[in-house]
């Protein structure tokens, strides 16, 4: 597909792996750069293309609007097959790319939701903290269930080659609880986490975009 996109997104959120993705792809892009979860002004930038005022939202050449970070993912990879960024449809890991793809948004992004403003659920502000701490303790579980039934049998987790399953964990594996505790309770998709960070072809993304300063890793 030729033409530009348009990805409203931010620096460091779930916008990134898109991002990645599209830079791998060789596409062009625009950024509209709206962190929504600063407050209204941002999320107005978004509303016109995505009424939940949710990053990422992905306008195509055609005009088609995408949200949900995993769906554009999927997408982008399927419509460049010679990329080899997804397993193809009738390819043996296929299931397991797309078990992996929709977990990561359903068991583990969907809590940021509540981590980012637990104000959403509770006033008090004890509770509060208790909500970011079991929020935690999930999110490093459901990191742990995943790594025990996901063991890479190459450099990356499906295998020998790189997918955007991977830059996806690469990225949400970056939000609390942070590196540091997911390096503890995913000891075999670590050494790939590592990998996707040091892929040069991502290096220059990575410093504009989620760049690694001093304790990123928590």
């Not at 949200?67 to 460049?80: Q, V």
């Not at 890991?93 to 583990?108: C, D, E, N, S, T």
């Not at 809590?111 to 970011?132: C, H, M, N």
Request: charged residues 25%.
């Amino acid at each position: 597909m030729t033409g530009q996109f348009t990805l409203y997104g931010a620096k460091g959120s779930g916008s990134v792996p898109v991002e990645a993705a599209m830079t791998l792809l060789g596409l062009s892009y625009e950024i509209v750069e709206a962190a929504t979860w600063t407050g209204p002004e941002q999320q107005a930038k978004v509303e016109k293309v995505n009424p939940l005022k949710q990053i990422p939202a992905l306008v195509w050449p055609g005009g088609e609007v995408m949200t949900e970070s995993a769906a554009i993912l999927i997408a982008l990879a399927d419509l460049h097959p010679e990329s080899r960024l997804a397993p193809g449809p009738l390819e043996r890991r296929r299931a397991q790319f797309l078990r992996w793809m929709i977990y990561v948004p359903a068991a583990i992004y969907s809590l940021y939701w509540i981590r980012d403003d637990p104000s959403r659920l509770a006033d008090d502000a004890d509770v509060q903290a208790d909500i970011k701490r079991r929020t935690a303790d999930r999110i490093a579980d459901c990191w742990r269930m995943m790594d025990s039934q996901l063991r890479p049998s190459g450099p990356y987790l499906l295998g020998g080659e790189l997918s955007v399953l991977d830059l996806y964990v690469a990225v949400v594996s970056r939000w609390g609880p942070r590196r540091k505790r997911f390096y503890e309770v995913a000891p075999h998709m670590a050494n790939v986490v590592r990998r996707v960070d040091a892929d040069p072809r991502l290096a220059a993304l990575w410093a504009e975009r989620f760049p690694f300063e001093d304790g990123w890793e928590g």
